[in-house]
């Protein structure tokens, strides 16, 4: 009788959508951190494209917007709060054709060109090397610059280089001083062109580890501005183009770049990025969890060339790209930010802080206004996506001790197709805190982790959680805290064991002290 009415509940249960017991078990060595989780996977990426830099940050000296030198308050102050630890500029596309020397001076003075892959728009320069330096003291933030290798010359970026970081009497150096800025700057992170595979020149991979190890050469470290110079590296699970860069430049390099974008259904019509159901939610995290194999996968052709583990993996353009939001301009990649994209970025910044002894860097496409945004502005106003709020929850991370973490999850079953509905990740800080990160992509169930905490001495738990009525909830100008962060309560610490119940579709941190 007693069985008969348990098969009654869990029917019941599973009517309505919910599961009685969840079989979430987490192991959590406390003790036995080996790797640091370099806070530069929390960079971000801000391109010349659409409306990233210009309205996104720069309004100019004489907008109304609050500004400081041109520079929107707002939006630097929101970029502070998640302390982003490095900015990625001016593209993508744009890098390889952008001229560096067509940005400096007095802005009126400065040439016009046709930003020819984003809409086709004038891009008057009067943001350039030193607005973007600017901005990055302003954010303090590590500037990382990609250079012009598709239509640029290795003259061209090594003069760059000169003007931004010599210190001494030059005639880049002296150009600088005229243009304002007497002391150089630091810049440590230099790409070396942009998707040459495609948009940065269609080349080879034999062809671009050639022209790669020239463009190396001719970079130089001035005073203490030591160079990290990142290569470009494969479109997705491109394996040869890593194989090729690793054998012939992987000497020449500190970091490889990889980039690999969620994009829900095909490049034709990519979905869109408020209207779907839950089968093309089920495919969206899907395809983000490939970015494991991606990593596992790249990262074993590395070791071949690189076991000491001395190039570090780049992951500078991630993020979902959906159609543009209809009625704005197709070249601007203007998208709206669900809970959907809250759970992509928070099971790939799960999956990057996993493989942190490869993973050096990582870039969220883009910051402001562009493809998976963390802030969307529109003339005075700003809002902080989902995903804003994922980088809120996660900033514990960056220079943390990565613990090592052995989960088994339940599956979220969507027809015949199942994947994990958790992803975690732990680490330590320095002063002994631990901070566990759990996404539930279950957007039906929610899901109890039992937990073991092994070497661990903690005894108080608080946490955060970022979860919304419905999986395409967003926050609009209208509407602009409709999916934010509250206090959790479902986590309960009873010697080294820990339970914590994730609500359905739902990012928890939890902090342990
Ligand atoms: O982020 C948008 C574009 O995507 C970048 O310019 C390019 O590198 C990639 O293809």
């Not at 929390?42 to 309205?55: A, D, K, P, T």
């Not at 661990?456 to 395409?472: E, W």
Request: with cysteine.
């Amino acid at each position: 009788m007693k069985r008969v009415k348990m098969y009654v509940w869990i029917a019941v249960l599973t009517m309505m959508g919910l599961s009685a017991t969840a079989q979430n078990r987490l192991i959590i060595e406390a003790d036995r951190g080996e790797y640091t989780i370099n806070r530069h996977i929390y960079g971000h990426f801000s391109e010349h494209l659409g409306r990233c830099i210009y309205g996104g940050y720069w309004v100019g000296e004489d907008s109304d917007i609050p500004n400081t030198r041109g520079i929107r308050n707002d939006v630097v102050q929101a970029l502070k709060d998640i302390r982003i630890p490095n900015l990625r500029w001016p593209g993508g596309c744009f890098a390889d054709e952008y001229h560096w020397m067509d940005g400096i001076g007095p802005r009126e003075k400065r040439p016009k060109m046709i930003n020819t892959h984003w809409g086709g728009v004038v891009e008057d320069n009067s943001f350039g090397t030193h607005e973007f330096l600017d901005l990055c003291e302003q954010l303090d933030t590590e500037p990382y610059i990609t250079a012009n290798v598709g239509s640029g010359t290795v003259e061209e970026m090594s003069k760059w280089v000169e003007y931004i970081t010599f210190d001494g009497e030059s005639p880049m150096a002296n150009l600088r001083r005229e243009n304002g800025r007497d002391e150089p700057w630091k810049v440590k992170f230099w790409g070396i062109g942009n998707e040459n595979w495609g948009c940065g020149g269609n080349m080879t991979p034999d062809y671009y580890a050639d022209l790669y190890r020239h463009y190396a050469t001719y970079t130089r470290d001035y005073g203490g501005n030591r160079l990290y110079r990142i290569a470009c590296g494969a479109n997705g699970g491109d394996y040869n183009w890593t194989e090729t860069v690793m054998k012939n430049a992987g000497r020449h390099m500190q970091g490889l770049s990889l980039h690999y974008y969620t994009v829900p259904k095909h490049w034709g019509d990519k979905g869109s990025a408020t209207d779907f159901n839950e089968q093309e939610y089920f495919t969206t995290i899907e395809k983000t969890l490939y970015m494991k194999e991606l990593i596992a996968k790249h990262a074993e052709v590395m070791d071949r060339y690189d076991p000491q583990k001395r190039v570090g993996m780049i992951i500078d353009e991630w993020g979902t790209w959906y159609n543009v939001e209809p009625g704005t301009n197709p070249g601007f990649l203007y998208q709206q930010n669900t809970l959907r994209d809250a759970i992509v970025a928070g099971i790939n910044l799960n999956l990057f802080n996993a493989r942190c002894d490869r993973v050096q860097m990582a870039n969220l496409a883009q910051t402001v206004n562009v493809l998976q945004s963390v802030v969307l502005t529109d003339e005075e106003k700003m809002i902080l996506t989902p995903t804003y709020w994922v980088f809120y929850l996660y900033k514990v991370h960056q220079d943390a001790t990565l613990l090592p973490v052995s989960l088994t999850s339940t599956k979220y079953r969507h027809g015949d197709r199942e994947i994990d509905a958790v992803s975690v990740s732990a680490s330590k800080d320095a002063e002994g805190k631990i901070h566990i990160t759990l996404v539930n992509a279950d957007p039906n169930n929610e899901q109890r982790v039992d937990t073991r905490l092994v070497g661990a001495s903690v005894s108080k738990v608080r946490g955060k959680v970022l979860t919304s009525g419905k999986i395409n909830d967003y926050n609009s100008f209208e509407e602009p805290s409709k999916v934010t962060v509250s206090d959790f309560n479902g986590a309960t610490l009873s010697c080294d064991n820990l339970t914590v119940t994730l609500p359905p579709k739902s990012l928890v941190l939890v902090e342990l002290r």
